[in-house]
């Protein structure tokens, strides 16, 4: 019987291999590993240790002699002195960091390297003239320096001492760039300051008048030099006769004394100064004493200063000391740079790359200049090494700018992250490639005034500009000024308590310091009663009052508006086009200009409105070229009250801090008014700007405005001021009443009508005399009028007996009498007919009416 046999297994023949032991591996791999970063770093550092160790002279205590160290050691200081020490030390400090694979801190850190650098330098040559001390050369008698050779090449020559003394100077600068730039700003402007004073000293006229004193005295004692010469000439020639002579009149010699030779006199006169030298001619000549005369003009500064006669012409504008200077705050740069950090570390935590390049620090906030980082899209790539070890590093693909909106989206983490309850973000700058984070300082700053006058930007517009109208200073710190003739007109709005009136009195303060009597004239219009009372007593008031009365402001609009029309005509009978035109071609009576300055628009409005926006567009449109101009202010920035006429004419606006953001586009056309701090910080419009420009306001205080205001007071005093405009008021006063009655009864309203009641009055008696009965939704809607003026009109309708009072909730009310004017007798009209008067069928005729 056959068995299955057993499946055979195969037996693979592989070939046997010897193996041996490579020792160029491990040597190889040792030689790899010494010559790796992390070693080299370890070699460096040693290298540098040693390099301490051989100087502090550790080897003289072990008992072996290191005779070719200590050549070494001597020749590398007589060579470089004490700067190995710091090379040394920046030796280990460089191993260290590349051991420890931190070599990138070098980049990151370069400009603080570089500064310290430059700063080693300038010490080691500061200290290469010293001595080098003997702990680290004992054996040498000769004496080294700190510096060795090196040192005295720097200090020995011209061209390399002056380049060590720029790398001392320019150290400090890389190290801290801003702290140096603040520094050199207040060095610069305190070393202005002393020259301003010691120009106002008045050295700028005593070093001419010694100079000019030094000339004079030296031509003096030149001509009398000359004359005595001449004199002891002929003294000589005539000494026989005049010896006679003496002996003669000895007595008379006794009593007036010995006679001399010459004479000096000075006669002061009003323009010249005379030396007049006189010598004695000789007795034997009967001629008459002969005079030497040496004269000399006087310069300008010597002449005594003009005074005021007192005459109407003559007008002294008021000094700056009436006003009060700023208080100058010490800087916080240190702050600032911690929150230009704050603002990068949020910015990046949220995956946002930017830096700080620019911090413009203000009065009240500090602008910091974002420049917009790289958004870099990466992949990561795994590389084996031919050990085998496994690296990942990371590959870029993409590049491109973050984005701008990305950064204005974390406006609220921003604030979160710097502590501030408001931040304002302007993207981007205009003018710069950077985006504008406005964060408020902790401490504000008042700008005062005298600073703004004082200022460079003042200074040198003052002599281009006819009306120019101090505003503040920017968020760089920079003062803003403007011309209200370029402007033409301003309108000024902000909630109560942001700064208007104190704007308004800074500009008509800022008018004050420059103008007199006879260029610039004010219409004030103040229906608050208290915040223009303090320039009651100025002479520069076009009115004898400040207009308070609502009553009276329609007429004094009207007044403006008569005296432009008188400029027009003016101008059209001398052939110019502007006021600047005629007072060239005029010598005398040369025209002022206005400044008709309104506090507050929305009490004018709630008056009478029309009235109020007809005047004040008219003027914005057409008072220019007289040289009239109108600047209004409103706490209420409403549409009602700035409505789009008034907008359309007023091109330059400012905008103090408002509530909502409809207020803020209702001033400026756009938003930021909402998000400003008050006490005069506000956003400034110019005439053909895009965009609003951040502004702290000019503070002026009530003792300032007071001190002007007295000053003029007692200027007009002791002058003439010009005369005042009260007749045209009172006629323009009665104008505008005629004016305002015409259209009154244009507009509907007669004789026997009260005109208070509305214009629709008397449609609602037409329609009630059809109907026979009337109700507020009734009047709604065949008048196509809202609630509000329905239901005054059904209360005026109530009050004068048309309809009675409401019986019942919801339901019309009848009609109970039409009143005697609109009564028909029984000869003409039936009462009781389905027909109206006007022909139209009464859909419910009434019931009853009075034929009395």
Known sequence: MNQPSRPTRRVSKSTRQESFFDFSAPIIKTVKRLV???????????????????????TRKIPIEFELLDKFKERVLVEIGLLVLPLAIGLISLGLLISFRKITLLWTAKQNIVAALLAMFFCYGLVSPLSLPAYFIESSSEVYTAGG????????????????????VVAFPIFKPRLSLQISKLTIRLIWRSLLGLWHLNLQVRIPQAIFRLIKFFGAYVAERRTTTATRKRHTQSEPAIKDIAENNSDLAEIAGPRTDSLATFRHESSTEQFVIMAEPSILEETAPRQVVFSAEQSPADLPPETDQGTSDKWLLPPLALLRPGEKQATTDSDNDKRARVIENTLSSH?????????????????????????????????????GEVSIHHEEISRSRVRVKAITSLQNDLALALATREIRIEAPVPGKPIIGLEVPNSQTQLVMLRDILESKAWQSTRGDTALGIPLGSDISGQAVVADLTKMPHLL?????????????????????????????????IDPKRVEMTAYQTVPHLAFSEIVTDLDRVLGTLQAVANEMDTRYRRFQAMGVRNIQGFNEKQTTNKLPYWVVVIDELADLMMTAPDQVQRLLVRLAQLARAT?????????????????????????????????????????IDG??????????????????????????????????????????????????????????????????AEVLATEL??????????????????????????????????????????????????DQLEENGVVGPIAQAGKPRPVISLGPQH????????????FSSTGVPRANPPQRFDES
């Open 36 to 58: 790796q970063p992390d070693a080299l770093g370890i070699y460096i550092a040693v290298f540098g240790t040693l390099t301490l160790i051989l100087l502090a002279g550790v």
């Open 627 to 667: 040289g009239i101009h109108v600047i209004v202010a409103t706490q209420r920035p409403s549409v009602d009250v700035i409505t789009g006429l008034i907008k359309a004419n007023f091109p330059t606006r400012i905008a103090f801090a408002v509530s909502s953001l409809v207020d803020s586009r209702t001033i």
């Open 351 to 387: 995956g946002v790359d930017v830096t700080v390049t620019e911090i413009n620090e203000g009065p009240a906030v500090t602008q910091f200049g974002i420049t917009p980082g790289w958004d870099i899209k990466t992949k990561a790539v795994t590389t084996r090494s031919e050990d």
């Open 745 to 794: 009864n244009s507009n509907g309203t007669n004789s026997s009508t009260s005109p208070t009641e509305d214009p629709l009055y008397q449609r609602a008696l037409l329609l009630g005399a059809e109907t026979g009965e009337l109700s507020t939704s009734m009047l709604q809607r065949k008048l196509g009028i809202g609630y509000p003026r329905a239901a005054r009109v059904m």
């Open 492 to 524: 000024i709005a902000g909630a109560t308590g942001s700064g208007k009136s104190v704007c308004l009195n800074a500009i008509i303060s800022g008018l004050l310091m420059q103008h007199t009597p006879d260029t610039l004239r004010l219409v004030l």
């Open 671 to 736: 938003t930021g008014a909402e998000k400003l701090l008050g006490r005069g910080d506000m956003l400034y419009v110019p005439p053909g700007a895009d965009k609003a420009k951040r502004v702290q306001g000019v503070f002026v205080s009530d003792n300032e405005i007071a001190s002007v205001a007295d000053y003029w007071s007692a200027a007009s005093a002791e002058s003439l001021p010009p005369d005042k405009h009260d007749n045209e008021l009172e006629e323009a006063v009665l104008q505008a």
């Open 149 to 168: 050779e090196l040192g005295s090449v720097i200090r020995g020559s011209l061209v390399y001492n002056t380049l060590w003394l720029v790398t001392g």
């Open 823 to 834: 009564v028909q007798s029984p000869d003409t009209a039936n009462t009781n007919s389905v």
